[in-house]
């Protein structure tokens, strides 16, 4: 048997029926190990290594999993052809046992039978350059989050999240809001003339130049002064210019502009889109089995294979005519800095039209696919033609002008209509008489109209994550999780008004506390720039501790001073930290580790230790009740295991004071001097303040028995030994 590997129970049961002889394809259910959930789990003072961490859930994938590799003459890695993908084989070879240096991985950008064969065929090893691009970006984001977001609670006193990119996208939904709040409306007015050569039809031109400026009345009264102005000027034909206007057809999507296109056109979020997006590319269920519709959803290339466009081409010929396909194919250029692994995003086969899966696919999968399967069609199409006309008049000192097209050729519009319907104060589609230039106009009236300058319109998804592609802000990946953060329902950060992301109260503090002290995360320009070098790990040749720990040193600095407090530590005098843990706020002393001194932000606030309850394994809280400070499990009341750490139990053989029962980290009880750190006595066993007469050592009480606490005397309290 040989055994394929993917993270999908449907990509596995697509891929099954491509297959002959003896495989067998099974699924990891994505990750098989991550960091951990409740601590960072990144080792600072160890060259940044994370600590991966097999979540209770994964336990019976693994032993599934790792019974079937056992089994099997070879193993086969075929998760996602990205860097999360690359991270994912590489932990399922780490935890399965298989040679992470043997060639068991394999990648395939569309799940069709002709991919996968040929994929099988060319094995290759685990890109480690990949999964240090994964791990660098991981291991960035978990020190930035479980660093600041701490932080900004404590300070916040809220219970807040902070995230590398995530912080970033909110402040620029914040910025915006503030410039909205701030714009003051200007009036200004708008004049047309509604004009018309000898015999022959009027049409509408508007006021745009004066003395050769741009210039737009702005009050009542001069608008009424250019009117009569007007009324007095004889009005000529300056130019006229007809000319043919192509528009050529967009590329094919990539991850960005599905996300955009698919918020505008379907009125669906991002995280959904990507959700359906990943079904489609999958597989959906058929009475043929499984089918894949579409290749690789997270892509930035707009490349396209040969084979791809010349079955696009025939298609094309076949449906729509040949005019509307291009003598040669529609090619389109990747953005610089963008990764070119992958094809832009396409359906595998154009013969699984949308129509033929209209009654198997649910709405909202139907909508996406036919949206994918269009643009892609129409990216390969003839260009659109237009007759355009632009029109200048000139009415003495003034300049007035109108535009239009008329459509000559639908071209690639046939099938996709991009055109977007902005305003155009100029006429936009104005139909002219013929006319020549230096032919005077008649003037049949003036109309006059009020209007203000409007403010900056709020960031929808789909304009949101075009702004952070366009400032290189995150990657293609990372959008649909930015923007389900930023909505999400514990937090809300923003939420939608009809369409548009408005910013919570909550919003404005956290972006203000993170541009106070961490001002470089904030940073856009430096938030591309760690994105290339990001990249420049995963292309090799990049050490990627070197750069966590370039970027760690200002951080920890940052994040030291962003917690300081007026505070003073009452035991060294040095200024206390407000630190966040999961049972409320505390202070802790900055001289740490030379002062280990915490105490409550109030005195019901219960303070983590590190300390683990004996009982039950869950950590122990300090508190303090009306008999003095103790300890008391984190699991009440399910488990109700306390310690007091005031009780004084025993006599210091050493200084005579009252000896303390309290806990060591490893959770056992020992008993130490009242009079520290004067006196460091300690003890396991309760001291009862005397020495043993034959030794000199000190005496314990052990149950009901006092004897000598030298493992090499046998004294006991009755001298009998």
């Given at each position: 048997m040989q055994l394929i590997i993917v993270e999908s129970p449907h990509k596995a049961k697509t891929i099954e029926k491509f297959l002959e002889g003896d495989f067998k394809v099974d699924a990891s259910k994505g990750h098989v190990r991550d960091l951990p959930v409740n601590y960072m789990g990144v080792n600072i003072g160890g060259n940044f290594e994370p600590h991966y961490v097999i979540a209770a859930e994964k336990m019976k994938d693994i032993e599934r999993l790792s019974a079937d590799a056992k089994k099997a003459e070879r193993v086969f890695l075929a998760t996602d052809p990205d860097r999360e993908g690359?991270?994912?084989?590489?932990?399922?070879?780490?935890?399965?046992?298989?040679?992470?240096?043997?060639?068991?991985?394999?990648?395939?950008?569309?799940?069709?039978?002709?991919?996968?064969?040929?994929?099988?065929?060319?094995?290759?090893?685990?890109?480690?350059?990949?999964?240090?691009?994964?791990?660098?970006?991981?291991?960035?984001?978990?020190?930035?989050?479980?660093?600041?977001?701490?932080?900004?609670?404590?300070?916040?006193?809220?219970?807040?999240?902070?995230?590398?990119?995530?912080?970033?996208?909110?402040?620029?939904?914040?910025?915006?809001?503030?410039?909205?709040?701030?714009?003051?409306?200007?009036?200004?007015?708008?004049?047309?003339?509604?004009?018309?050569?000898?015999?022959?039809?009027?049409?509408?031109?508007?006021?745009?130049?004066?003395?050769?400026?741009?210039?737009?009345?702005?009050?009542?009264?001069?608008?009424?002064?250019?009117?009569?102005?007007?009324?007095?000027?004889?009005?000529?034909?300056?130019?006229?210019?007809?000319?043919?206007?192509?528009?050529?057809?967009?590329?094919?999507?990539?991850?960005?502009?599905?996300?955009?296109?698919?918020?505008?056109?379907?009125?669906?979020?991002?995280?959904?889109?990507?959700?359906?997006?990943?079904?489609?590319?999958?597989?959906?269920?058929?009475?043929?089995?499984?089918i894949a519709l579409i290749t690789y959803m997270r892509t930035d290339s707009v490349r396209i294979s040969k084979e791809a466009q010349y079955s696009a081409l025939s298609?094309?010929?076949?449906?729509?005519?040949?005019?509307?396909?291009?003598?040669?194919?529609?090619?389109?250029?990747?953005?610089?800095?963008?990764?070119?692994?992958?094809?832009?995003?396409?359906?595998?086969?154009?013969?699984?039209?949308?129509?033929?899966?209209?009654?198997?696919?649910?709405?909202?999968?139907?909508?996406?696919?036919?949206?994918?399967?269009?643009?892609?069609?129409?990216?390969?199409?003839?260009?659109?033609?237009?007759?355009?006309?632009?029109?200048?008049?000139?009415?003495?000192?003034?300049?007035?002008?109108?535009?239009?097209?008329?459509?000559?050729?639908?071209?690639?519009?046939?099938?996709?209509?991009?055109?977007?319907?902005?305003?155009?104060?100029?006429?936009?589609?104005?139909?002219?008489?013929?006319?020549?230039?230096?032919?005077?106009?008649?003037?049949?009236?003036?109309?006059?109209?009020?209007?203000?300058?409007?403010?900056?319109?709020?960031?929808?998804?789909?304009?949101?994550?075009?702004?952070?592609?366009?400032?290189?802000?995150?990657?293609?990946?990372?959008?649909?999780?930015?923007?389900?953060?930023?909505?999400?329902?514990?937090?809300?950060?923003?939420?939608?008004?009809?369409?548009?992301?408005?910013?919570?109260?909550?919003?404005?503090?956290?972006?203000?506390?993170?541009?106070?002290?961490f001002p470089g995360i904030m940073d856009v320009s430096f938030t591309a720039r760690m994105e290339t070098a990001l990249d420049d790990i995963g292309e090799g040749g990049k050490d990627w501790h070197k750069l966590i720990a370039d970027f760690y040193k200002p951080f920890e600095k940052q994040l030291r001073n962003s917690k300081l407090t007026d505070v003073i530590c009452d035991k060294c005098g040095a200024p206390m930290i407000i630190n966040s843990g999961k049972y409320g706020n505390y202070y802790a002393c900055s001289n740490y580790p030379n002062c280990k001194n915490i105490k409550p932000v109030n005195e019901k606030t219960a303070i983590p230790t590190d300390k683990i309850c004996p009982e039950c394994g869950s950590v122990l809280l300090e508190r303090e009740g009306k008999f003095g400070k103790f300890l008391a499990c984190s699991n009440y009341p399910k488990c109700k295991y306390t310690l007091s750490l005031t009780e004084s139990v025993g006599v210091c053989p050493e200084c005579g004071k009252p000896t303390k029962k309290m806990m060591s980290k490893s959770g056992k009880v020992f008993y130490g001097c009242s009079g520290y750190p004067d006196c460091k006595f300690m003890s396991w066993d309760i001291p009862t303040g005397k020495r043993c007469p034959k030794c000199n050592s000190y005496l314990i009480k052990v149950g009901n028995k006092v004897k000598c606490s030298s493992k090499k005397c046998d004294y006991t309290e009755n001298g009998e030994g």
């Open positions: 690359e991270a994912i084989s590489w932990h399922l070879a780490e935890v399965l046992g298989l040679d992470v240096n043997s060639e068991n991985r394999i990648e395939f950008n569309e799940i069709s039978e002709t991919a996968v064969k040929n994929a099988l065929k060319n094995p290759r090893k685990i890109d480690m350059d990949l999964v240090d691009a994964q791990q660098a970006r991981r291991v960035l984001d978990r020190i930035v989050g479980y660093g600041i977001s701490p932080a900004a609670s404590s300070r916040l006193n809220e219970t807040l999240s902070a995230g590398r990119v995530q912080s970033v996208a909110l402040k620029m939904v914040v910025d915006r809001e503030r410039e909205i709040a701030a714009f003051v409306p200007k009036e200004y007015w708008n004049i047309k003339a509604d004009v018309f050569p000898d015999g022959k039809s009027n049409f509408k031109v508007l006021l745009v130049l004066k003395d050769g400026k741009k210039y737009k009345p702005s009050d009542k009264n001069e608008s009424e002064q250019v009117v009569a102005e007007l009324k007095n000027s004889q009005f000529k034909v300056k130019s006229l210019k007809k000319t043919v206007m192509k528009s050529h057809a967009p590329a094919p999507f990539i991850t960005s502009t599905l996300q955009q296109d698919g918020s505008i056109k379907l009125g669906v979020s991002a995280p959904q889109i990507m959700q359906i997006a990943q079904r489609l590319y999958e597989g959906v269920e058929t009475p043929r089995g499984n298609y094309i010929k076949a449906n729509y005519g040949e005019e509307y396909a291009p003598s040669k194919p529609n090619f389109y250029r990747t953005k610089s800095g963008a990764q070119d692994a992958h094809e832009a995003i396409r359906p595998i086969d154009l013969r699984n039209t949308p129509e033929k899966f209209k009654d198997i696919l649910d709405k909202n999968q139907y909508r996406l696919y036919k949206l994918i399967f269009d643009r892609f069609v129409a990216s390969q199409m003839s260009e659109a033609v237009y007759n355009g006309v632009s029109l200048e008049v000139q009415a003495d000192r003034y300049e007035l002008r109108t535009s239009g097209k008329t459509l000559k050729f639908k071209g690639y519009t046939a099938v996709y209509d991009d055109t977007k319907k902005e305003e155009d104060e100029e006429g936009g589609n104005a139909i002219l008489p013929d006319m020549k230039e230096g032919e005077t106009l008649n003037l049949k009236g003036i109309e006059k109209e009020q209007k203000f300058t409007k403010p900056p319109v709020r960031f929808t998804e789909a304009t949101l994550i075009k702004n952070m592609e366009e400032k290189g802000i995150g990657r293609p990946s990372t959008y649909a999780t930015i923007m389900a953060k930023l909505s999400d329902k514990k937090r809300e950060y923003v939420r939608k008004e009809k369409k548009y992301l408005v910013p919570n109260d909550v919003s404005y503090s956290l972006v203000d506390f993170l541009v106070k002290y």
